[in-house]
């Protein structure tokens, strides 16, 4: 394996990680509410906002991992369609954590 290809599985391997840490943290702030100090100032709905940074994660490692399983140009668009409709969806969860709730 070439250097450049070395250096690509090595910031793969360390995005994947980041990626399990963000979803881990979705995953226990929206069960626990609980928040890391720095967003806990402006958030209104923990819960909210831990699914909108799993479902971020989500979209990112599906982006991350289309490499891997996208065979073909059209699985390959569908995917990256996919992965950015969750990030930005992730996005506007998060958004909206940090407003009140209405019915």
């Known amino acids: 394996m070439s250097d450049g290809g070395w250096w690509a599985m090595v ?3 360390l995005a994947a990680g980041a990626l399990l840490l963000l979803a881990a943290l979705g ?3 929206a ?12 958030v209104v709905r923990p819960e909210l906002w831990g699914l909108g940074a799993l479902t971020s994660a989500l ?4 982006g991350l991992s289309l490499h891997w399983w996208a065979d073909s140009l ?3 668009n569908l995917g990256g369609a996919t992965a950015f409709a969750l990030i930005i969806l ?10 009140p709730g209405t019915l």
Do not use: N
């Open 59 to 62: 979209g990112m490692g599906t």
């Open 90 to 99: 992730g996005g506007v969860l998060q958004w909206r954590a940090q407003r």
């Open 27 to 29: 995953v226990f702030t």
């Open 11 to 13: 910031l793969t391997w």
């Open 31 to 42: 069960a626990t509410g609980w928040m890391p100090s720095p967003a806990r100032g402006r």
């Open 74 to 76: 059209t699985m390959d």
